[in-house]
């Protein structure tokens, strides 16, 4: 993979089927609360809100799963905000005064409580079906809840709420208690954990995935090519008020015509033996053009996954032929370029692996200010020069993975893994940083390979270095993808029988519930 990731922990399988099947797991945030006086109007705790078979729930309880997606909302509008963008929600006014729908009359008040049901629903059925098959809550799970219950009080100081509780009827509704709280925070996460249980119980041969394969092949090949964005260009016009000015349609028509033979030209040159990073350079600005003076620039290898929407179609013809090239359009922003360079079924690439990591934190000087310092060159270089160190002590000795797990428990400061000599298991590429996933998963990339690679921040700092192990590989890639696949359908076909057979419904006074 080579394309640059934001730095992210190893995310592991179960944690991606949380995210995956979506339900709500209510934890506890430090939000800034910006609900009003609609959030705590009267209503009948104890009265049935909505059923979901033959169980009952309360006014309280749907009411839970309702504030749970409304202040999930509410801080993603928030998020934009911040960010100078609009979603389209304004979080300072009730859910009730905003169209979601405007054909269906639809508010976000009904958006809510549908998405309130669903999560109900969802909880209810796996809860039932965890206790039909014995499964009780992991380690993990309790400790979620025992993290969530230490952080009501921290929480309600820094809200000012006055207690517990009233943090608690702030965030969800005016009926909510602590115990009731920690009764659904309880089962919206065992509803998660057997969800991942049950979806990992359906197992595939290779024959099967075989079949899925010839039916997908198209999502599951690697695919080489290259590409280049050609922008459209535009004249930056203001009015009087110094608000921008969008351009007229002639205006779009003409900055996309230039663009379109840009692209052409480019194009042209390619076939007339120009490298294309070399011709890319001709037809972009300077900073882009910079960019393109590295002939791998762009250069991509590997599935298609979900992220170039504009020229999949075209990529993954049947009819395609190594050196094919063509423009797309990219609606009133540009045309982009493209080469096929090739398309097969790769056997040799691995989705996840298991390696071990020793790390190495440069030091720092506090600033003056206060603020975060980071490393100076000296201090990295010494990091460096530490890290290389360890990785030489480990090849002169028996150079074996007992020997560098010991290493690692010795000299590692990620106090997550150096009690485990430094192991991560099952590492996906689709969830680690670049550095990491540039060289794990790298073309002949083999057991007990080392190397000495940059530690980043969140914000891509480098804060010190990794000595990296390769202790062995998982599944390979695209068998990897059509299990998946198969079992997100399996998952889904299993869920959606429940949802026949228990199915949810409001009652009136749950319907009220927005307007309580």
């Known amino acids: 993979m080579n394309q640059s990731q934001r730095q992210k922990e190893p995310m592991s399988k179960k944690a991606k089927l949380y995210w995956a099947i979506g339900i709500i797991i209510a934890i506890l945030v430090a939000a800034l609360l910006i609900w009003h006086t609609f959030f705590f109007g009267k209503q009948n705790a104890n009265a049935t809100a909505a059923t979901v078979g033959d169980q009952t729930y309360t006014t309280t309880e749907v009411s839970y799963y309702y504030y749970s997606v409304a202040n999930g909302f509410t801080q993603q509008a928030q998020a ?96 909510m208690t602590k115990s009731l709280f920690k009764e659904l925070l309880t089962k919206s996460i065992l509803a998660d954990e057997y969800a991942a249980v049950k979806s990992e119980s359906f197992t595939y041969t290779d024959g099967e995935l075989d079949d899925y394969y010839d039916a997908h092949a198209a999502d599951l090949d690697s695919y080489d090519y290259r590409f280049c964005y050609i922008n459209a260009e535009f004249e930056d016009k203001t009015d009087e008020d110094g608000n921008t000015v969008e351009p007229t349609e002639e205006e779009t028509k003409a900055a996309m015509d230039a663009a379109a033979e840009k692209a052409d030209k480019m194009i042209a040159e390619v076939r007339g033996g120009t490298a294309f990073n070399t011709a890319a350079q001709d037809y972009l600005d300077e900073t882009s053009a910079e960019s393109y003076s590295d ?29 094919d090239l063509t423009s797309i359009e990219v609606e009133n922003t540009g045309y982009c370029v493209v080469q096929f360079l090739g398309r097969e079924k790769d056997t040799d690439s691995y989705q996840t692996m298991n390696y071990r990591s020793i790390q190495i934190l440069a030091e720092t000087t506090p600033s003056e200010d206060g603020s975060t310092a980071l490393p100076t060159e000296d201090q990295l270089a010494a990091a460096k020069e530490q890290a290389q160190g360890l990785l030489d002590q480990w090849k002169a000795g028996d150079a074996t993975a007992d020997s560098f797990a010991a290493l690692a428990k010795e000299n590692s400061a990620d106090e997550t893994t150096k009690e485990n000599g430094g192991l991560h298991e099952d590492a996906n590429r689709d969830s680690l940083d670049a550095a990491l996933t540039d060289w794990l998963f790298a073309q002949g990339r083999q057991v007990g390979d080392t190397t000495v690679v940059e530690s980043t921040d969140s914000s891509g700092n480098v804060t010190g270095y990794q000595v990296l192990y390769v202790e062995s590989f998982g599944e390979i890639q695209w068998k990897y993808q059509a299990a998946s696949s198969l079992r997100s359908e399996d998952y889904n076909q299993w869920y959606e029988d429940l949802q026949a057979k228990y199915p949810a419904e409001l009652t009136e006074e749950g319907k009220a519930i927005p307007t309580l």
């Open 80 to 175: 934009y905000q911040q960010m100078g963008m609009d979603m389209g929600y304004d979080p300072s006014l009730s859910p009730s005064e905003q169209t979601y729908n405007e054909e269906e009359g639809t508010t976000y008040a009904d958006y809510f409580l549908e998405q309130a049901l669903d999560q109900l629903q969802q909880v209810s059925i796996l809860c039932r079906e965890a206790e039909a098959a014995g499964y009780t809550l992991s380690a993990e799970g309790e400790q979620s809840i025992q993290d969530n219950m230490d952080a009501l009080y921290t929480y309600s100081v820094q809200s000012n709420a006055g207690s517990e509780e009233s943090y608690l009827r702030m965030i969800y509704g005016r009926n």
């Open 295 to 323: 002939p791998e620039y762009n250069h991509k290898t590997g599935d298609l996954g979900s992220t170039v929407t504009s020229y999949r179609e075209w990529l993954t013809d049947d009819s395609r032929q190594p050196g």
